[in-house]
C-alpha cells in the first residue's frame, strides 16, 4: 500500500477530503449533506493518511486523540440543546441568530452548533477505531 | 409543646448528616480533640428528644412533617410517642460518649476525620429510622443504617477479615432490607396508607386482609436479618473486625436494635395472633440460647460480649413475641437496660485492648490497680447484666420473668429459655468483668495504665446511668417504660416498677435460680468453654461457612451461566443474532398466516436492471469468493450498486451516506482481518457453511418479505406532508432529511451520537485489550503503619 505515489498524494489528498467535509457539513441544511457525512468523509480521509504515512502521523497532525474529538462533538451537540433550557423553551428548541456579512445572510442557529456537533462525534469514533486497527502490534 | 418545636425535629435527623460535613476539617484541625466539639452535635439533639418526655409521658404523640415528593403523595415526616422517643434518646445519648470515645480510641489515627463521619452518618441514618413516619421514609433510612455501618465495618479495608465482615454484614442486613422493601410495598398497596401514625390509628387493617402471612413474614425477614436472629446470627460477631467504638454503638445499643424496634412499631398491628405468638418466640428463643453457648466458648473480650448480644436480641425477640403485657414491659426494660450495660462493656473491652494490647480473656488479669476507673465502670455495667440488684437489668429480669411466668400459652418453656439465657450471660458478664481484674497481676503485650478522660467517660456515664434510673425506678417507669410500652400495646398502659420485691414471689425465686445456675457454670468456665468447642469442632458446619459456600455457589452459577451464554465465539453470537432476526420477522408471517401476495412486477429501465444485475454480481462474488478479503469487497460492489438504486430514486443524502459507509466498512472489515490475524480463507466444512447459509436465507426471505407486505399498506403520507411543509418555514432548512436529524428529531439524534461514540470507546478498549494479562486475585494490601495497627482493635 506505501507505494511512492500513494504516500506523495495522500497527505494532499486527505486535506482536500477534509476540506470537502467540512463543506458538506456546512450545506447540509439546504442541501445534501450534513454532520454525519461530513464525519464519514473526515474519517476517511484520516484512514487514508494513517494508511500511506502511518498511524503515528495521523495522531502529530490530529494533536488531541480522535477520541477526545467525539467527547468534544457530544459536548457542543448537548450544550446546543442546554442552551433553549435558558430561554425557558423545552430542551433543544432550536434558536437562530441570522447576520449577515458581505450581503450574504448566514443563519447561526443551535441545529447548525448540533451538526458540528454529531459531525465531531463521527469523525472522532470512526477515526479513533479506523487508526486503532492500522496500528500494529508492537506499539 | 409548640408545634416550631417539634418541627425542630426534622433538623434533628438532618443535624448528624450535616455534622458528617463538618468532621474531616475539625479533626484536621483539632486532631482528637475534634472529639469534644462534635460531640455537641448528639448531646443537642439528646436535649431536644429530653424535652419531649414529659408530654410523650402524659400520653401524647406527635407528627412534624414537610413535603418531599407531593405528586407521589410522599413526605419526609417523623412520628414521636413513646417508643421513637426512647430509641432516639438511646440513639442520641449513647452516641456523645461513643464520639468522645472514638476521639480517645482512634487517637494519632491518620484517618479519624473519615471515621467520625461515618459515625455521624450512621446517627442520622439509625434517627431517621427509628423516628421515620412515612413507611417509604423508613425503608430508605433502614437501607442507610445497612450502608453506613458497612463503611463503618470495613473501616480497616486493608484487611482481608474486615472486608469480608463488611461485605457479609451488608448481604445479610441490606438483602433483609430488600425484603422488608417488599412488605411496606404490600402494606401500603394493603392499607392505602403511607403513614405510620395513621397505620397505628387503625391497627386491624392488615390482619384483617387477608393478606397478613405474606406482610408478616416479609416484616419478619427485614427484622430477623438486621436484629441477627437465628440463623442469621453470623454476621454480627463477624462485625467485631470494626474498631470497637463502632461495636460499641452499632452492635449493642442501636443498629441490631432497629430489627426489635421494628417488631415493637409493627407490635399492634402484627402481633397478637397465633402466628406471631409462635415463630418469634421459637426463633427468640433458640438465638437465646445459641447466642449464650457460643458466647461462653469465646475468650475474646469482644466476641464474647457480642455473642451476648445475638442472644439478648432473641431475648427481646422472644418477649415480643408473647404479645403479654407483662412480658413485653419486661422487654422495654430489658432494652433500656442491654444498651446501657452492653455500650459500656464494649467500651471496657476497647479499654482493656487499648492500654493492655490484648483482648484475650485468657491472657490477662489484676488489671484492676492499673485500670481502676474502667474496672468500677466494668464492675457496675457486669451487675447490671448479671440482673442483680440494685440496677436496672435487676428490674427488667424480674419483670420479664413475671412476663414469661405468667404468659398465656408455652410458660414453661419460655420461662427455662429465659432461666438459662440469663444465666449464662452472668457467666459471661462475671468473665468480662472479674477475669480481666482479679487474679494474679499477668504480663500484658503493653504496660496497662488507665486511658485519658475520653476513653472512660463513657463506661463510666452509661454504667452509673444504668444505677441510677433503677435507683429511681418511680421515674423511670412513668417517663420511658409506660409510654414506649403504651406504642407496644396500642393503648395507654400505665406501668409501676419497683426496685425490691415486696414479698417473695415466683420471679424473684427464678432470679435465685439462675444466680444459682450462673456462679455454678462460672466456677465450671473452662471446662464447659472445651466442651462447647468439642461440639462444635464436631458439627463443624455453620450458618457463616453456610454464607461463604452460599457466595461461592452464586459465583460458580453465574460463571456457569456466562460460559454458556458468552461463550467468547463470534460465530456463535452472529449466529444466534442472526437466527432471533430471522425468527423474528418470519415467525408472526407464519402464525398469523399473513404471508404478503408477490407484487407485480413493475417495468424497468434497461439501466435498472443493469443496476441490479451490478448487485447480483456482487452477491454471487461473495458467496463463490476464495479468499475473505474478496468476499469483503465483493460485498462492496453489491453495496454500491444499491446506492445507485437510491440516487435512481431521488435520495441523494442516502447515496451519499451509502457510498461512505459501504466504503468505510470495506476498509474497517480490511483492517479488522489484518490486525486480527485472521486466516484469508474461510475453513469451516460444508456442514457449517449449510447451517448458516440457511440463517442468512431465513434473515434475508424474512426482511424481503416484511418489506413487501410494508409496501402494499397504503402510505400515510401525513408526516411527509408535515415536513415538506414545515422544514423550510419554520426550521429554516430545504434538506428536509438534514433538517429532520438536527432539528424536529434532534433528541433522537443526540441519543445516536452518544451511541456512537460509546460504541467507538468500547471498540477502542477491545482493540486495546492484552487477554495474557491477568491480575493478581490475592491481597495486594500494604503492610498496616503503627497508627494503622490500631484500628485492628
Known sequence: MRTLIFRTIAPYLSALMVLYSIFVLLRGHNEPGGGFIGGLIAASALAIFGIACGVAAVRRALKVHPMSLAGFGLFIGTLAGVYSLFTKQPFMTSQWWPVTIFDVEIKLSTPLIFDIGVYFVVVGAIASIALALEERESD | ?793
Request: net charge neutral; charged share 10%.
Open chain 2, 1 to 793: 409543646m409548640t408545634q416550631a418545636a417539634i418541627d425542630l425535629t426534622l433538623l434533628a435527623v438532618l443535624a448528624p448528616f450535616a455534622a458528617a460535613l463538618i468532621a474531616p476539617f475539625l479533626t484536621k484541625h483539632l486532631k482528637h480533640n475534634a472529639a469534644w466539639p462534635l460531640a455537641i452535635v448528639p448531646a443537642a439533639i439528646f436535649l431536644h428528644f429530653a424535652g419531649f418526655i414529659g408530654p410523650v409521658s402524659e400520653g401524647e404523640s406527635f407528627v412534624a412533617s414537610r413535603a418531599w415528593a407531593p405528586s407521589y403523595g410522599l413526605d419526609y415526616s417523623v412520628y414521636i410517642d413513646g417508643l421513637s422517643m426512647v430509641f432516639g434518646l438511646l440513639i442520641s445519648g449513647i452516641g456523645t460518649f461513643i464520639i468522645l470515645y472514638a476521639g480517645g480510641y482512634l487517637k494519632g489515627h491518620p484517618q479519624q476525620g473519615r471515621f467520625f463521619s461515618f459515625l455521624f452518618l450512621f446517627m442520622g441514618a439509625m434517627l431517621g429510622l427509628v423516628l421515620g413516619n412515612n413507611l417509604l421514609t423508613l425503608f430508605v433510612f433502614w437501607e442507610l443504617t445497612s450502608i453506613t455501618s458497612f463503611l463503618l465495618i470495613g473501616f480497616g479495608h486493608l484487611r482481608a477479615a474486615s472486608r469480608r465482615a463488611a461485605i457479609q454484614a451488608l448481604v445479610v442486613t441490606g438483602g433483609g432490607g430488600l425484603i422488608l422493601l417488599a412488605g411496606v410495598i404490600m402494606i401500603i398497596s394493603v392499607t392505602g396508607q403511607t403513614e405510620m401514625s395513621a397505620l397505628l390509628a387503625s391497627p386491624d387493617v392488615i390482619k384483617d386482609s387477608g393478606y397478613y402471612l405474606p406482610i408478616f413474614l416479609l416484616v419478619l425477614g427485614g427484622a430477623f436479618t438486621k436484629s441477627a436472629q437465628f440463623p442469621f446470627h453470623f454476621w454480627l460477631p463477624n462485625a467485631m473486625e470494626a474498631p470497637t467504638p463502632v461495636s460499641a454503638f452499632l452492635h449493642s445499643a442501636t443498629m441490631v436494635k432497629a430489627g426489635v424496634y421494628l417488631l415493637m412499631r409493627m407490635h399492634p398491628m402484627l402481633g397478637g395472633t397465633e402466628l406471631w405468638m409462635t415463630v418469634l418466640p421459637v426463633f427468640g428463643g433458640i438465638t437465646l440460647l445459641v447466642g449464650t453457648i457460643l458466647a461462653v466458648r469465646q475468650t475474646d473480650l469482644k466476641l464474647m460480649l457480642a455473642y451476648t448480644t445475638v442472644a439478648s436480641l432473641g431475648l427481646l425477640v422472644m418477649l415480643v413475641g408473647t404479645s403479654y403485657e407483662r412480658a413485653l414491659e419486661g422487654a422495654v426494660l430489658y432494652l433500656i437496660a442491654h444498651s446501657l450495660f452492653k455500650g459500656a462493656l464494649f467500651m471496657v473491652a476497647g479499654n482493656i485492648d487499648h492500654e493492655a494490647g490484648t483482648r484475650d480473656v485468657t491472657k490477662l488479669g489484676g488489671l484492676r490497680g492499673a485500670m481502676p476507673i474502667t474496672f468500677a465502670a466494668a464492675a457496675l455495667a457486669a451487675l447490671s447484666m448479671s440482673g442483680l440488684p440494685p440496677f436496672i437489668g435487676f428490674i427488667a429480669k424480674e419483670v420479664l420473668y413475671y412476663g414469661t411466668w405468667g404468659a398465656p400459652s408455652a410458660a414453661m418453656a419460655l420461662t427455662v429459655t429465659a432461666v438459662v439465657g440469663n444465666a449464662l450471660m452472668l457467666v459471661i458478664a462475671a468473665a468480662v468483668a472479674i477475669k480481666p481484674f482479679f487474679g494474679p497481676k499477668v504480663d500484658t503485650p503493653k504496660h496497662a495504665h488507665e486511658g485519658p478522660v475520653l476513653l472512660f467517660a463513657g463506661p463510666v456515664v452509661l454504667s452509673v446511668t444504668g444505677l441510677v434510673l433503677a435507683l429511681f425506678f418511680t421515674a423511670t417507669g412513668t417517663m420511658f417504660v409506660g409510654p414506649m410500652l403504651s406504642s407496644l400495646m396500642g393503648t395507654w398502659t400505665e406501668v409501676k416498677l419497683v426496685l425490691i420485691p415486696p414479698y417473695v414471689n415466683a420471679p424473684l425465686i427464678l432470679s435465685l435460680i439462675t444466680i444459682g445456675l450462673g456462679v455454678l457454670l462460672f466456677l465450671q468456665l473452662d471446662r464447659l468453654r472445651s466442651a462447647i468447642a468439642g461440639v462444635l469442632t464436631a458439627i463443624g458446619w455453620g450458618p457463616d461457612k453456610g454464607f461463604d459456600q452460599a457466595v461461592a455457589g452464586i459465583v460458580s452459577l453465574s460463571a456457569a451461566v456466562t460460559r454458556r451464554l458468552q461463550g467468547g465465539k463470534m460465530q456463535t453470537y452472529m449466529a444466534l443474532t442472526f437466527l432471533a432476526t430471522g425468527a423474528a420477522v418470519l415467525v408472526p408471517g407464519y402464525l398469523g398466516g399473513g404471508w404478503p401476495t408477490m407484487p407485480k412486477m413493475p417495468v424497468y429501465t434497461f439501466y435498472e436492471w443493469g443496476i441490479l444485475l451490478v448487485a447480483v454480481l456482487g452477491l454471487i462474488a461473495v458467496l463463490i469468493a476464495k479468499t475473505r478479503l474478496t468476499a469483503i469487497v465483493s460485498l462492496g460492489i453489491q453495496g454500491f450498486a444499491v446506492a445507485m438504486i437510491f440516487m435512481l430514486f431521488g435520495a441523494p443524502d442516502l447515496v451519499f451516506t451509502q457510498l461512505m459507509v459501504e466504503t468505510l466498512s470495506v476498509v474497517i472489515l480490511a483492517l479488522v482481518m489484518t490486525r486480527l490475524n485472521l486466516s484469508p480463507r474461510d475453513h469451516r466444512k460444508g456442514g457449517a457453511a449449510l447451517v448458516t447459509g440457511a440463517i442468512a436465507a431465513s434473515v434475508g426471505v424474512g426482511i424481503a418479505l416484511t418489506l413487501i407486505a410494508i409496501s402494499q399498506q397504503p402510505f400515510d403520507r401525513s408526516l411527509s406532508d408535515f415536513f415538506t411543509e414545515y422544514s423550510n418555514s419554520i426550521a429554516y432548512g430545504r434538506n428536509i432529511v438534514n433538517v429532520i436529524l438536527v432539528d424536529f428529531r434532534g433528541i433522537d439524534t443526540l441519543g445516536e451520537i452518544a451511541v456512537v461514540a460509546l460504541a467507538g470507546l468500547c471498540v477502542l478498549a477491545l482493540i486495546r485489550v492484552h487477554t495474557t494479562k491477568t491480575l493478581p486475585e490475592e491481597d495486594q494490601a500494604p503492610a498496616p503503619s503503627g497508627s494503622a495497627k490500631r484500628e485492628a482493635a
